[in-house]
């Protein structure tokens, strides 16, 4: 039994690291809506393996290109060589805390944290606890997922939604595609008619423009427009309604006052 103000990892004897190594992903990728699309020889996952010397390996993934994500763990290898694989909330901010003048939120903040979700896989293996469990333990057993899909003309958006609606899914995500590209706020608005009378009344609809896309047209006063014309359809949430380093057009935004619905930043 543990005793107060102990943990998990303060009780176990330590797992050291022995080596980590990155597996970037390469191959044919779904169409993903990007201005660029993605080709088959570009790399942006990868897998992380962090081994240690008791024979444990923890396992975590990366959203960026596998082979920046190779470098990066050559600059953080003398950080993580050694540590104890069993407390990732203090290796993982020894990272963070070593590199932060490198640059924060590009490829070692990407990697840092594929390691600490793989810390956590050997955490979970070594007490053999879910990582729900270690973080506090579940309050729901069951959740929704949404169907996620990309946005097309009006009369074509009945055929890309009404498959899926089929198969049980009661919550869709729509995004991408034409939406906010052409300057019409009409097509806007009829493509999103057209997938709620797709959907009916009963089903969740998000919407996601994807305005991380290179060359993103559309400034905070399209945001608030199309805000407003989403909630008329029920749309439950607004994503990417604005370019990501657009912080005080996101702070306008979310204001209550302004927005009739969540507005999330990508």
């Known amino acids: 039994m543990l005793t107060p103000g102990q943990t998990p990892s303060s009780s176990l004897s330590p797992v050291r690291i022995r080596s980590i190594v990155a597996a970037p992903l390469f191959g044919e990728s779904p169409k993903g809506g990007w201005s660029a699309e993605i080709r088959p020889e570009d790399s942006i996952h990868a897998l992380i393996a962090v081994h240690t010397d008791a024979g444990i390996t923890g396992y975590g993934s990366v959203f960026t290109d596998g082979r ?3 470098a990066a763990l050559q600059v953080l290898e003398p950080l993580f060589r ?6 990732p909330e203090r290796v993982t901010e020894k990272l963070h805390q070593n590199t932060f003048w490198m640059g924060r939120g590009g490829t070692l903040t990407h990697t840092i944290s594929g390691i600490d979700i793989a810390l956590w896989d050997i955490l979970g293996k070594v007490t053999g606890l879910s990582v ?3 973080l506090g333990g579940r309050y729901i057993e069951r959740v929704r997922p949404y169907c996620s899909l990309l946005m097309e003309m009006p009369e074509r958006m009945h055929d890309v939604v009404a498959p899926f609606k089929a198969r049980g899914f009661t919550a869709f995500k729509v995004g991408w595609g034409p939406f906010g590209r052409t300057n019409d706020a009409g097509l806007d608005r009829a493509i999103i008619a057209a ?3 797709a959907l009916g009344p009963d089903v969740q609809l ?3 423009p994807g305005a991380s896309d290179a060359h993103w047209p559309q400034g905070l006063k399209w945001a608030l427009r199309t805000a407003e014309m989403l909630a008329d359809y029920q749309v439950g949430w607004f994503e990417e309604a604005l370019k990501p380093d657009a912080l005080e057009e996101f702070c306008t935004c979310v204001a209550p006052a302004r927005c009739r619905l969540p507005v ?3």
């Open 132 to 134: 729900g469990s270690l």
């Open 264 to 266: 999330a930043r990508c």
């Open 68 to 70: 920046l994500v190779q």
């Open 82 to 87: 050694g540590e104890n694989a069993l407390q």
């Open 206 to 208: 998000f919407v996601d």
């Open 195 to 197: 997938t709620r009378d």
